[in-house]
């Protein structure tokens, strides 16, 4: 019998190598299948602490259906967003520190007051919604191809990497997000289109889901933060030099390069 030597601080060492050395790795669970949802987000934890940035939010993901048709994973997850993940728009995306990056566009959540579960509505979610915006999400996953588990994808981070805000805000209650639609382009040529019903049926719902999901860890979302709500439409290659929109029809476009 072979007993696993893989623990929570094996994984984060394995994933920041590959984040560092910008090569893609084969799923953990090829290695350590006993690697349940719970220690995954021991590893998600342990892995965002170990890179020191300030947390300042929560990415949703999977939370459409062509996103999870395309990972092959049908459970919405969640991951941190940390400050060194923000990129001002304008600014190019140094797709050089990144191993394979996708863009998806992403419609945001930036809240006025603390958000706990559980127990969490779709309406005492939108009440804590300061703002809603535009964004758009650079990921790059630590595994070859994208291709993970349910817990791979948990461990890390979500294959988080950076995002975008639009400059547009808007209070909520101004639009009805189920009905917002969104354009992405590169280079000008139509990519996908999406509206934001694309996401659990509507925003609100995968913002109560976030809450109600860290509430299971003893964890709430606090005033101040954003909450990307996941890719309405499938992520899309982000090849250096091309130029990424998402249109959006009252929160504005967003440009990646
Ligand atoms: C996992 C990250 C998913 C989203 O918005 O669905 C995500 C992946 O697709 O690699 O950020
Ligand atoms: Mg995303």
């Given at each position: ?5 893989w ?48 947390v ?19 459970a ?20 050089g ?25 779709p ?9 809603v ?120 476009t967003?440009?990646?390069?």
């Open positions: 019998m072979t007993v696993s030597t623990t929570v601080e094996r994984a984060v060492e394995e994933l920041r190598a590959a984040e560092t050395g910008r090569t893609a790795r084969r799923p953990i669970t090829d290695d350590w299948p006993e690697l349940d949802l719970a220690t995954a987000y021991q590893v998600q934890t342990a892995l965002v602490a170990a890179r020191g940035a300030r300042i939010g929560v990415k949703l993901g999977l939370t459409s259906r062509a996103k999870q048709q395309r990972m092959g994973i049908d919405p997850l969640t991951g941190w967003l940390t400050e060194d993940m923000a990129v001002e728009a304008g600014i190019p995306i140094p797709a520190e990144l191993i394979h990056p996708r863009v998806e566009p992403e419609i945001v959540f930036t809240l006025g007051t603390r958000l706990a579960g559980p127990g969490v509505t309406a005492t979610a939108m009440a804590a919604v300061r703002t915006s535009a964004g758009l999400e650079v990921i790059d996953s630590r595994y070859r191809d994208f291709r993970f588990t349910l817990p791979d994808v948990v461990a890390d981070n979500a294959s988080s990497a950076r995002f975008v805000l639009g400059d547009v805000t808007r209070e909520p209650g101004t639009l009805d997000l189920g009905l917002e639609a969104c354009v992405l382009r590169v280079d000008g040529e139509f990519a996908d289109t999406a509206t934001g019903a694309a996401v659990q049926g509507h925003p609100a719902n995968a913002l109560a889901l976030a809450a109600n999901a860290l509430a299971e860890r003893g964890l709430a979302l606090e005033e101040g933060w954003h909450v990307l709500t996941g890719g309405l439409t499938d992520a899309i290659p982000f090849r250096p030099g091309h130029t990424v929109t998402a249109e959006f029809t009252h929160l504005g967003v440009t990646l390069r």
